[in-house]
């Protein structure tokens, strides 16, 4: 618990410095998120698989490498896709691909923060492997983390429901940008930051569970009658 708001705070303070800096300040920041995202993730990895665990000072200056090069190449490989569908995005349909471009990625990459610490795969083909887990279990998958995406904008009062697209075009960003994550947090009242941090915590820990029972055809006979 108290390590969970040194990554917001991380990302702050890195925001403030690299402001007025250009391009060198936004591809510092980008690595100020991906050292936060290996060390978040490995933390994650630790509380899925290990039964017991104990972060000291050293153990947590060592998570923020132990992954940063992993995270780098899937952030690379969302960089040139971005790169790649800018034509799209600037002609007088740009509204419309965007919203299918932020609904593919939300949907087939939604399995990348699982993949980066419980598989073996990395860049696009990470990418790809997340393709393939999403098509084999769209609902069991989604629905929780639907949920949960619409019960965070609802309290923060910034859903559109005419817009429902945004729900998961909302993870893309929260993966690559550093400042949606600070924007969405901000949007809470202040005091209530803590818990949603603590919370939201919690539903990564329940995302690396149900990912390692669904990689492995597990689940028993309540997600076989889930499936059904």
Same mark, same amino acid.
């Given at each position: 618990?108290?390590?969970?708001?040194?990554?917001?705070?991380?990302?702050?303070?890195?925001?403030?410095?690299?402001?007025?800096?250009?391009?060198?300040?936004?591809?510092?920041?980008? +690595?100020?998120?991906?050292?936060?995202?290996?060390?978040?993730?490995?933390?994650?990895?630790?509380?899925?698989?290990?039964?017991? %665990? @104990?972060?000291?000072?050293?153990?947590?200056?060592?998570?923020?490498?132990?992954?940063?090069?992993?995270?780098?190449?899937?952030?690379?490989? +969302?960089?040139?896709?971005?790169?790649?569908?800018?034509? =799209?995005?600037?002609?007088? @349909?740009?509204?419309?691909?965007?919203?299918?471009?932020?609904?593919?990625?939300?949907?087939?990459? !939604?399995?990348?923060?699982?993949? =980066?610490?419980?598989?073996?795969?990395?860049?696009?083909?990470? =990418?790809?492997?997340?393709?393939? %887990?999403?098509?084999?279990?769209?609902?069991?998958?989604?629905?929780? !983390?639907?949920?949960?995406?619409? =019960?965070?904008?609802?309290?923060?009062?910034?859903?559109?429901?005419?817009?429902?697209?945004?729900?998961?075009?909302?993870?893309?960003?929260?993966?690559?940008?550093?400042?949606?994550?600070?924007?969405?947090?901000? !949007? +809470?009242?202040?005091?209530?930051?803590?818990?949603?941090?603590?919370?939201?915590?919690?539903?990564?820990?329940?995302?690396?569970?149900? +990912?390692?029972?669904?990689?492995?055809?597990?689940?028993?006979?309540?997600?076989?009658?889930?499936?059904?």
């Amino acid at each position: 618990m108290l390590v969970l708001p040194l990554y917001p705070l991380l990302l702050y303070v890195g925001g403030m410095l690299t402001a007025s800096t250009g391009m060198l300040g936004g591809i510092l920041m980008s +690595f100020v998120l991906a050292a936060c995202w290996s060390s978040y993730l490995e933390i994650i990895s630790e509380a899925v698989t290990s039964v017991r %665990f @104990r972060l000291s000072w050293d153990e947590l200056k060592r998570t923020f490498g132990a992954r940063f090069w992993d995270v780098v190449s899937v952030m690379f490989a +969302f960089w040139l896709i971005s790169l790649l569908t800018q034509p =799209l995005l600037q002609s007088s @349909r740009g509204p419309a691909f965007a919203a299918i471009i932020g609904l593919t990625i939300g949907f087939f990459f !939604n399995a990348v923060p699982e993949l =980066l610490y419980q598989g073996n795969s990395r860049s696009f083909s990470l =990418l790809a492997e997340s393709g393939r %887990f999403m098509t084999e279990h769209p609902l069991v998958w989604l629905l929780p !983390n639907l949920v949960l995406t619409f =019960l965070a904008f609802w309290l923060t009062g910034s859903i559109d429901l005419s817009q429902p697209q945004t729900l998961l075009v909302t993870f893309a960003y929260a993966f690559s940008s550093p400042t949606y994550v600070i924007g969405l947090l901000l !949007n +809470f009242p202040i005091w209530a930051i803590p818990l949603v941090i603590i919370l939201a915590h919690a539903f990564m820990i329940f995302r690396g569970v149900l +990912f390692r029972e669904l990689s492995r055809g597990g689940g028993g006979r309540r997600l076989e009658a889930f499936r059904r």
